[in-house]
């Protein structure tokens, strides 16, 4: 398994779920084919968050708005289609958020956020294969990254949860429990800080708490990849929205 998963408590107020599919819009083989009546094979939005005081609700039916960047490499591509931004990453180049490098498609908050936080976004893809994922960070100024991602294996959707840096551990890893499955073809998660400081809550399957020795400011995004190696498979994931909150 690549990354290590969950624990976790649904969130109130003006926080929404990020949605992963396992066909872009939960409706099989009809969708991929792009049959006539759903929008040309385009993902079916899901319903809107509900946006609270102080949210900032970022679209993509235009690009990556101007409060964003994006991070592409490895012949990663991304452009908006179907009223979001459309993610295509080739076969046979990692595009991963972990272990083989930082080259999974990221689009982030240009400015870095203090305090508290809770972070969410939806995103529609085909997760067949454990080598694709979608998911939620956090990251410092070192490339050192919070996450919950969802992926899957012989035993359906997983989400998990990674805190490391590129290439090495991190004393955070002993915190990590066991992978959960994620509940039928759609998966929901956030990623927050709470108010101390120190105490992060990914929701997913489950929700968990860690406490994590992280800096004030954090870079927080939305990540698209696949992996490993050679027999990396092309990926294709339609970002529908980001959203954070105070």
Known sequence: MRALPLVVVALAGCYDYSHFHN???GGGAADLAGVAGDLAGCPVPGVPPVVGTGC?????????????????KSGASIGPA???LH??????????LWIDNLDAVRVEEK??????????????GTLDQYQKFSGVYAADSTDRFISVQTSTDNNGLHD?????????????????????????????????RLADGTKFSLTGSTTTTLTVTAPSALTLGVA??????GSTPAFDAFIEWMMVCP
């Not at 993610?87 to 991963?96: I, M, N, R, Y």
């Not at 698209?224 to 190696?229: D, E, L, T």
């Open 23 to 25: 066909a872009p819009d």
């Open 56 to 72: 900032a609700l970022y679209r993509f039916d235009s690009g990556v708005p101007a409060a964003l960047t994006a991070i592409v």
């Open 82 to 84: 179907c009223g979001m």
């Open 87 to 96: 993610v295509q990453l080739p076969a046979g180049t990692s595009h991963d």
């Open 111 to 124: 400015t870095t956020r203090s305090g508290p936080f809770t972070l969410s976004a939806r995103v529609h």
């Open 160 to 192: 998990h949860d990674v805190v490391f840096t590129s290439g090495a551990g991190s004393a955070e890893q002993s915190m990590y429990p066991n992978a959960l499955p994620a509940a039928g073809d759609s998966y929901a998660y956030t990623l927050a």
């Open 224 to 229: 698209v990849g696949n992996c490993c190696g």
